[in-house]
């Protein structure tokens, strides 16, 4: 059964830093997924990391998928306080003839100014 | 532009009351999913359905179940709530089939069993 683990749980971070998010997964997963989650929110979608190897960026935010290493990377530069949020990922899983999304238990980012 | 729509957005229960969520997509999507999201945890797949139809269970399905009359619409029902099922629940739903497989999300429902 698939197994998506997040790390790490907490993030504090000074303004203008940069640092990584790491999503590992337990077994095959060909699609990646990373969503935002502002306080009361749902969920928003960043980013969708379908190939080994894909690499999408939005602003400070730079996503990126390694299927062998069953391994995601969300790397944000220079920090800003909006990007103050959870992140969570999500690996697609097919099994029994259907598609499920697992998610990671999120990490909590906060950008000091 | 609706996107997805989860009723009610608030609800409080009291210990063995019973009580549906609807969710409601207008993207003629096939897949529809209903998680909770709880501190520290998560989100946890409680059921799915693949089409009209059709449903499964997820990794925390115990307490709830659900139906799909309709492609558009997947219900979540709480036949005899328990202070465990305190959380906010999510409905997603996707096209997969020839698509990124996006999972669209609703606004949220959030409830309180007492």
């Known amino acids: 059964e698939l197994k998506v683990e997040q790390n790490p749980l907490f993030l504090s971070m000074q303004e203008g830093k940069n640092y990584t998010i790491y999503c590992n997964y337990s077994t095959t997963s060909d699609r990646l997924y990373w969503y935002r989650q502002d306080p009361g929110k749902s969920l928003e979608s960043l980013f969708v990391?379908?190939?080994?190897?894909a690499v999408k960026q939005e602003g400070r935010l730079m996503a990126s998928l390694d299927t062998k290493a069953r391994l995601s990377t969300l790397h944000i530069t220079a920090a800003v306080h909006d990007l103050s949020a959870t992140y969570f990922c999500a690996a697609l899983t097919y099994t029994s003839g259907t598609y499920k999304y697992i998610f990671g238990t999120g990490t909590r980012l906060k950008v000091l100014a | 532009n609706a996107g997805v729509t989860q009723t009610p957005k608030f609800r409080v229960l009291k210990t063995g009351q019973s009580m549906t969520l609807l969710c409601a997509q207008d993207?003629?999507?096939?897949?529809m999913y209903w998680y909770r999201q709880d501190p520290g945890m998560g989100l946890r797949l409680i059921h799915y359905s693949v089409g009209e139809g059709t449903t499964a269970k997820g990794e925390v399905p115990d307490g709830y179940n659900v139906s799909r009359l309709k492609k558009q619409n997947f219900l979540l029902g709480l036949e005899s709530a328990a202070p465990s099922q305190t959380s906010v629940y999510f409905c997603?739903?996707?096209?997969?089939?020839?698509?990124?497989?996006?999972?669209?999300f609703g606004e949220g429902s959030r409830l309180t069993v007492l």
């Open positions: 990391l379908l190939s080994n190897g």
């Open positions: 993207m003629n999507h096939e897949y």
């Open positions: 997603a739903s996707s096209r997969l089939a020839g698509n990124t497989g996006e999972l669209f």
